[in-house]
Each structure stands twice: as structure tokens, then as C-alpha cells.
């Protein structure tokens, strides 16, 4: 089993910045595709980016392309989000997933960490 836990969520004005830590632990930590997903109220989860095992490849949704960045330090099984010229429709509850690389689905998620965006 591994366990997921965000931190370093916040509130931040539009235009700011804000770095997203994913700490990985449990069993096996090795060999884990790190991603973010987000939640807005009343909306459905919708996924952030991803980053590759080990840190070669990452992948972005159009709304944060050029503005989020994900990275990782596999000597800490600790993946970031770092989140640059916010907006107030990036306000959500934002999740880190793991799962292995090479699955399609993504098998443990944390609890999740709120990011609020003020205009």
C-alpha cells in the first residue's frame, strides 16, 4: 500500500504563485507515475498534469500549459506542483495521485489540499 499526502495549499491573489508538495510513502514508492488532479465546487475532478518515472516525461492540461509545472525528487518520493499566474478559476481543491508507471488508472490518491484564488 502507499499513502499520498498533499501540502502547501493556500490563499493566494490572482497573479501569484503557490508550490504544491506530494509526499509518497508505504511499500513501494518506486516506480510510481505522480499526477494532479483538481476539484472545483460543483464540478467534476479534472485532471491537472502528470509527471513520468522517473521524471522524464510530463503532461499538462490546456488551461495550466505554460503556467503549472510538475516536477519530482525521487530521493524524497516527493513530486510538486508549482503554480505560477494563478487565476481565480484555478480556485479547487487540487489531489496528488500514484500509481505505477505503465497502469492506465491511477490507484492511490490524498485527501486532497485547498487552493483558493482571490481577484
Known amino acids: 500500500q502507499v499513502q499520498v499526502v498533499e501540502s502547501g495549499g493556500g490563499l493566494v491573489q490572482s497573479g501569484g504563485s503557490l508550490r504544491l508538495s506530494c509526499a509518497a510513502s508505504g511499500r513501494t514508492t518506486s516506480s510510481l507515475r505522480m499526477g494532479w488532479f483538481r476539484q472545483a465546487p460543483g464540478k467534476e475532478r479534472d485532471f491537472v498534469g502528470s509527471i513520468s518515472w522517473p521524471g522524464g516525461s510530463t503532461y499538462y492540461s490546456n488551461s ?11 530521493a524524497k ?9 494563478l487565476l481565480p478559476e484555478d480556485t479547487a481543491v487540487y489531489y496528488c495521485a500514484a500509481t505505477p508507471q505503465g497502469l492506465g488508472n491511477w490507484l492511490y490518491w490524498g485527501q486532497g489540499t485547498q487552493v483558493t484564488v482571490s481577484s
Not at 66 to 73: C, H, K, P
Not at 78 to 85: D, E, G
Open 77 to 85: 518520493n516527493t513530486a510538486y506542483l508549482q503554480m505560477n499566474s
Open 64 to 74: 495550466v500549459k505554460g503556467r503549472f509545472t510538475i516536477s519530482r525528487d525521487n
